[in-house]
């Protein structure tokens, strides 16, 4: 499962396979660790570091304190749409989360990608080819 919330903060929890009570919270950053610590789920473990592994960073934590912790982070969402926060919180982390965004749009059931960004091109005055290069806009950069 990817998780990404507030201020464009990312974790990949998984399974322990020695442990069916704990879930392995992996992250490529510490500092979203170390947020994720400080505001939901204060008994996560401490940070171990592995540079050979693609989330280089893991913590362990008991299953419901885990469960407990995600409640808490379901009942702290305040806001109308998750892209704008995060441009407002954490711009620096904008441009991934709009990536993530747009790679997904392959995923839609009710009409295909290329209309959704030919609706956000038409709109912010960008090349609808510029998508299919696989740019990245900020498309809230000009948001009043």
Not at 54 to 70: E, H, L, P, T, W
């Amino acid at each position: 499962m990817w998780i990404y919330w507030r201020d464009g903060r990312h974790i990949a929890p998984v399974a322990d396979p020695k442990n069916k009570n704990v879930i392995i919270v992996r992250a490529r950053r510490a500092d979203d660790l170390d947020a994720l610590r400080n505001t939901h789920m204060p008994t996560l473990g401490p940070n171990k570091f592995d540079s050979n592994r693609d989330y280089n960073v893991r913590a362990r934590i008991d299953k419901a304190d885990f469960v407990q912790g995600m409640t808490y982070m379901a009942i702290d969402i305040d806001y109308p749409s998750y892209k704008e926060t995060v441009h407002k919180t954490t711009p620096g982390r904008y441009s991934v989360i709009s990536k993530i965004w747009d790679a997904t749009l392959a995923l839609s059931d009710c009409a295909p990608a290329e209309k959704h960004r030919s609706i956000y091109a038409r709109d912010k005055g960008v090349s609808v080819e510029d998508f299919a290069n696989g740019n990245s806009f900020d498309f809230l950069k000009d948001a009043k």
